[in-house]
Nanobody, 129 residues
Framework: QVQLVESGGGLVQAGDSLRLSCAAS????????MGWFRQAPGREREFVAA????????IYADSVKGRFTISGDNAKNTVYLQLNSLKPEDTAVYYC??????????????????????WGQGTQVTVSS
């Protein structure tokens, strides 16, 4: 049984940093693309970042490029999302997702929710101004 469990969310002020974690079980993050999405109240879920299988490639949404960093620790089977220079508009529930086996990242792949087969329950990030 596959499980993705996010943690690390919280209430912070604008300009602060957070690190989100996604602990995976039932699959290996080393041979799957992994992604982060977020959903703000009243808005659709949107792509944030993804890392390819074996960690060879990362992609980011324009709104977070240069501020957020996705990474993975294969030994811990955990994916991270480092959030720096947070803004109020980053407030959302952040979801971790595991892509369908064999899916690449880049050239348009890895940015759609339909590319992902497993999802976590989400962790709330709230940024106050």
């Amino acid at each position: 049984q596959v499980q993705l469990v996010e943690s690390g969310g919280g209430l912070v002020q604008a300009g602060d940093s957070l690190r989100l974690s996604c602990a995976a079980s039932g699959l290996s993050i080393s041979n799957r693309a992994m992604g982060w999405f977020r959903q703000a109240p009243g808005r659709e879920r949107e792509f944030v970042a993804a890392v390819s299988q074996y960690g060879s490639n990362t992609i980011y949404a324009d709104s977070v490029k240069g501020r957020f960093t996705i990474s993975g620790d294969n030994a811990k089977n955990t994916v991270y999302l480092q959030l720096n220079s947070l803004k109020p508009e980053d407030t959302a529930v952040y979801y971790c997702a595991a892509a369908y086996y064999g899916l690449g990242v880049g050239s348009g792949l890895g940015v759609s929710q339909h590319d992902y087969s497993y999802w976590g329950q989400g962790t709330q990030v709230t940024v106050s101004s």
